[in-house]
């Protein structure tokens, strides 16, 4: 972890970014793709060397777009020292040691295999893949990596909440006991509006499913992660509520179903509700969606056991909520921990207790995460099997729903 940084330091601790850092082997990241997680995991890039005492200085080399003119507007605007429109390229440059792939489900296999066969650590954005069989590719290609000292992680950036990661640790000391019930929904709303264009998150061909595999994926890591049970079988509902929407400027003819009026089809879900059993024996719920109108970006887990609870709630990022059912009656209740503390995961590199973080944050985290593994030579979690595990609890979801829903073990 890093040093605590404390208001009365700030006297002597100028420049002490660069120091932080100066010395230091670097590790040369290479991006593709730069839309919102590509300037998230910029973010993350650009601040994790400056906040936590790493053993390599992570140095953003180069990114990677198909446009040379937007690749190289973002490259001036997140921070990276050269632009490729080739990813191919971009995974032979000398000065990249770590492929951070940023882009649609659709090219995350081809592009994770390269680059990990050009011998380099890869970080892959969530879900793994569009599919379990380039998901097991992957996976695949990663356990050989490994054998040549190469690390593979996936990006499910909120088990680097530290609220969720001290929710983890709260589980596993025994603070809530049997698990009996995990409770998540992922709800958001920018799908509401019928007019809203059939971007590529809409095209099955791109995005490989809809609120299942964007939204759905990291609530299925989060429950494992936090549960520290996997999922042993579901049963599901999946919907898709418009079922065509305009297309938006500029589209290629390369969609399928394009109707004279400008119009393609919606080919994934927008909405995927699904219980599930866990290992032991545990039942869950889960509901990801992207109509839940007046939603943004709501995240919410709830874990309850036979000695307590945890709620988190990603709007209330800094805070998680514990009930302590061994209290007395007339003291029992939920009560808030307000997770800024030096000891809480993550916190001691940062501001005094009370100032929090955000969902930026988590990026920062995972970026040191990553680097810590390589240096240890130790795996990184989540792994690519770890993704491929996510990635077969997905398909169990669409196989019970286009049943149903049957329950489909896994
Ligand atoms: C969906 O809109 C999305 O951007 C996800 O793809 C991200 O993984 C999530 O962190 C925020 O919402």
Known sequence: ??????????????????????????????MVGYAFMGAAHSQGWRTVGRVFDLPRRPVLAAVCGRDAAAVRSAADRHGWAAAETDWRALIERDDVDLVDICTPGDSHAEIAVAALAAG??????????????EAEAMALAAEDAYQRGQLAMVGFNYRRVPATALARNMVAEGRIGSLRHVRVTYLQDWLVDPEFPLTWRLRKELAGSGALGDLGAHI??????VAGEQV???????????????????????????????????????????????????????????FATGRKNALRIE???DRGSLAFDLERLNELSYHDHTEPGERAGFRRILVTEPEHPYL???????????????FVHQARDLVHAIESGR?????????????????????????????VAI
């Open 1 to 30: 972890m890093g040093q605590p940084h404390r208001q009365d330091d700030d006297a002597d601790e100028a420049g002490v970014d660069a120091g932080a850092e100066a010395g230091k082997p670097p590790l040369g990241v290479g």
């Open 120 to 133: 380099k650590h890869v970080l892959c954005e969530k879900p793994l893949a569009n599919t379990v069989e």
């Open 220 to 225: 299925v890591d989060l429950a494992q992660y």
């Open 232 to 290: 042993v079988g579901v049963s599901a509902l999946t919907e898709t509520f418009v079922r065509e929407r305009p297309l938006p400027s500029g589209a290629s003819s390369g969609l399928t179903a394009v109707s004279a009026a400008g119009v393609g089809q919606v080919t994934v879900d927008d909405a995927a509700l699904f219980t599930a059993r866990l290992t032991s024996g545990a039942l869950a719920s889960f509901e990801a969606t992207r």
């Open 303 to 305: 874990l309850n056991g």
């Open 348 to 362: 001691d590199a940062w501001w005094p207790p009370g100032h929090g973080l955000g969902y930026e944050h988590t």
């Open 379 to 407: 795996p990184p979690a989540p792994s690519f099997a770890d993704g491929l595990q996510v990635q077969r609890v997905l398909a169990a979801v669409e196989e019970s729903a286009a049943k149903n829903s049957v329950y």
